[in-house]
């Protein structure tokens, strides 16, 4: 069994900054690539930024310059350092990792976490 618990979420106004967490717990036998989704009320889920087991990253065009994929492979963590918020960042955010466990290979995802950017 596989979890992933994000962290990390709330409310800042424009211009601030938030770090999101996402730690994965079970019997996981090896993490390749994690990213983070965004859901806005209304509009379909899309991706915002991802990291191979390489540190290689990508990034929604609206983040890029803004938004920092990182990991850390000895707990299992995948955070986002999100700066220069902005009320359109507005929407839960999902973590997804894609697992290697003992019984093969899955995608895995958080229970989300809402950041509201708002005055």
């Known amino acids: 069994q596989v979890q992933l618990v994000e962290s990390g979420g709330g409310l800042v106004q424009p211009g601030g900054s938030l770090r999101l967490s996402c730690a994965a717990s079970g019997s996981i036998f090896r993490i390749n690539a994690m990213g983070w989704y965004r859901q806005a009320p209304g509009k379909q889920r899309e991706l915002v930024a991802t990291?191979?087991?390489?540190?290689?990253?990508n990034y929604l065009d609206s983040v890029k310059g803004r938004f920092t994929i990182s990991r850390e492979d000895a707990k299992n963590t995948v955070f986002l350092q999100m700066n220069s918020l902005s009320p359109e960042d507005t929407a839960v955010y999902y973590c997804?990792?894609?697992?290697?466990?003992?019984?093969?290979?899955?995608?895995?995802w958080g229970q989300g976490t809402q950041v509201t950017v708002s005055s």
């Open positions: 990291i191979s087991s390489g540190d290689a990253t």
């Open positions: 997804n990792a894609h697992i290697w466990t003992y019984s093969g290979v899955s995608d895995y």
